[in-house]
C-alpha cells in the first residue's frame, strides 16, 4: 500500500538563494557535513563504530558523500550538538528523500553511528537496500497494524544506549509548498516511554534540511544550497514529572504535546533557513490532506 497523495513537483518552490546562503553564514557557523569531523576536534565513539559494520559503513557513507556533493552544496550548522557518547535521539524533517540522507551523513561523520527507523520497502531496494540495513536501519512496515511493536523496537534501541533516528512525518511532506506537516504520535511516544525507562530525559535534538526539493535529481546543475540545522536539545522534562504515575503508557495529552513542540521547532528552523513565513492558513494535516489551524 502506497502513500496517500504525492509529493508537489521541485517547481512548487524556490531555490534556496546565494543571498539568503550568506544571511545565514552572518548568524551561523556553517560547515561541511559531507567531510570527517566539520566542526573540528570531536571524539569519534569507537565503540559504536566497531559494533556497526565499520567497512560498509564506511563504504557507504564515502558513496553517499561524493554522490550528495556532486549534486547539491550543502552546509550545515548546530553539529556541535551531536553527543559524544550516551543514547539520543534525532527527529529529521522529511520533506524530499535528501532529508534521509543529510543528517544520517552528518551524524556519521561526527563519529556516531545511530540506528534509524526507516520504510521497509528500502530494505528490498537493489544493492542498497542490504547497504541501509548494513548500517544501522530498522525497517518500518507501513499500515502493518504494528505501530506499537515499531514502538517498542525504537525504545529498546534508546535504552540499550545507541542513538535513534526517526523522520516522524513518516512519509515525504505532502505540504504542497513543503513545509513540515503533522507528525505521527510516535516520536512523542518513544521519547517519553524511553525516558522514563532509561531513568531520565533523553536528549532529543530536531534536525531540518531544506534546499533539497526544487533539485532536478536526472539534471541536477547549477548545483543548488542545501542546508541543515541539527538544533540543540528540545526540552521536554516537564512532560515526565509525574512518569512513575503513569501506569502502562504515558498520558496520550503528553504523547501529543511532545510531537507537537516537535513539528513546531521544524518550523521554527525552517521559517529561518527559508527566510519566509510559513503558510498563515495553517499546518498539512495528512490524514485529511488539508490544511488546518496550529
Known amino acids: 500500500m502506497v502513500s496517500k497523495g504525492k509529493p508537489s513537483p521541485r517547481s512548487a518552490v ?46 557507504l557513507l564515502a558513496g553517499a558523500s561524493w554522490v550528495v556533493r556532486n549534486r547539491c552544496k550543502v552546509k550545515a550548522w548546530g553539529l556541535e550538538h551531536v553527543p559524544e557518547t550516551g543514547t539520543f535521539i534525532t527527529a529529521a524533517t522529511h520533506v524530499t528523500q535528501f532529508d534521509v540522507f543529510i543528517p544520517m551523513m552528518a551524524l556519521f561523520h561526527m563519529g556516531r553511528r545511530p540506528r534509524y527507523m526507516a520504510k521497509a520497502e528500502m530494505a528490498g531496494w537493489p544493492i542498497i537496500g542490504k547497504w541501509f540495513q548494513l548500517v544501522g536501519m530498522q525497517p518500518v512496515p507501513r499500515r502493518s497494524g504494528k505501530a506499537r511493536i515499531i514502538e517498542e523496537e525504537s525504545i529498546d534501541i534508546l535504552t540499550s544506549g545507541r542513538p535513534l533516528t526517526v523522520w516522524p512525518e513518516g512519509t515525504v511532506s505532502r505540504d504542497p509548498l513543503k513545509w513540515p506537516m503533522t507528525l505521527k504520535p510516535g516520536i512523542g511516544f518513544i521519547a517519553l516511554e524511553a525516558s522514563r525507562r532509561h531513568g531520565e530525559e533523553i536528549p532529543l535534538h530536531v534536525a531540518v534540511t531544506w534546499g533539497a526539493a526544487s533539485i532536478n535529481h536526472w539534471w541536477p546543475w547549477p548545483r543548488k544550497n542545501v542546508v541543515m540545522c541539527y538544533d540543540g536539545a528540545l526540552d521536554y522534562g516537564d512532560l515526565l514529572e509525574d512518569s512513575d504515575q503513569w501506569g502502562d503508557e504515558p498520558p496520550v495529552a503528553a504523547v501529543n504535546e511532545l510531537s507537537r513542540r516537535v513539528r513546531a521547532r521544524m518550523e521554527e528552523i525552517m521559517v529561518e533557513i527559508r527566510g519566509e513565513a510559513p503558510p498563515a492558513e495553517g499546518l498539512w494535516d495528512y490524514p485529511t490532506m488539508t490544511r488546518k489551524a496550529r
Open 14 to 59: 524556490e531555490p534556496l538563494s546565494d543571498v539568503q546562503m550568506d544571511r545565514l553564514r552572518e548568524r551561523h557557523d556553517l560547515v561541511d557535513p559531507t567531510r570527517y569531523y566539520p566542526t573540528g576536534v570531536h571524539r569519534p565513539n569507537a565503540a559504536e563504530i566497531a559494533a556497526q559494520n565499520p567497512k560498509a559503513t564506511d563504504r
